[in-house]
């Protein structure tokens, strides 16, 4: 009862003098207080920082890490080798397209698998013109062949240590150690393009040209 007699008078003494009574402001913690003039004593300002605290915390050194960054190792592709059967399989698809070539266009199977002792060599000579055009133009049109030595035949040649033998062979008396020099009986011949068309599928790859069959109507 004691308590809401005391809160009905401060709510009086608020509402008509603007200040509590003493005995309510006893009641008040330490920083409510009033001032020798009836306020209430404010709270204490918190402290600034001085000069000197800001000073010491910008001073204090900030460690910054580095970031590690771990390289990823990149695995290269592993390219399988061919087996032996699939090497054997690559061959064999590409002498057959190349005599398939010059099967078509100069008859070069027909004119090497026959027997010519019976005929003349007038007849000879006529039936390679018509073969020797027809290939040299399959060639043409599915190989591009250069030579591999720019020398004119019986020129003089040096060949130096280190050469590739599957370009240059070596012959006659071979003797001693590179650079060796003697002359050019025959410059060579390499692809540097080829456009031989691929085995439709379900052809059968040892076929160099199909049997020819008339049908009488």
Not at 14 to 22: G, I, K
Not at 178 to 200: C, M, Q, V, Y
């Amino acid at each position: 009862m004691s308590r809401f007699l005391l809160a009905l008078r401060c709510f009086f003494a608020v509402l008509l003098r603007f200040r509590l009574p003493d005995d309510a402001a006893k009641l008040l913690p330490p920083e409510l207080k009033r001032l020798p003039d009836g306020t209430p004593k404010p709270a204490e300002p918190v402290a600034s920082e001085t000069s000197s605290t800001k000073a010491e915390a910008k001073s204090v050194p900030v460690e910054v890490k580095p970031i590690e960054v771990k390289p990823v190792e990149v695995k290269p592709a592993v390219v399988e080798p061919p087996s032996g059967a699939e090497r054997d399989a690559l061959r064999q698809r590409g002498a057959v397209q190349l005599l398939s070539v010059l099967q078509r266009e100069g008859r070069l199977i027909d004119f090497l698998l026959e027997d010519i002792d019976g005929y003349s060599d007038a007849q000879i000579g006529a039936a390679v013109r018509d073969i020797h055009r027809g290939c040299r133009k399959g060639l043409s049109e599915h190989l591009q062949i250069v030579p591999i030595r720019p020398e004119p035949d019986e020129a003089l040649v040096k060949i130096a240590a280190g050469h590739d033998p599957s370009q240059v062979r070596l012959i006659g008396h071979v003797t001693g150690r590179p650079p060796f020099e003697g002359s050019l009986r025959h410059h060579g011949w390499r692809t540097t393009k080829s456009n031989l068309a691929d085995i439709p599928a379900g052809h059968d790859p040892t076929v160099i040209c199909p049997a020819e069959v008339e049908i009488a109507g």
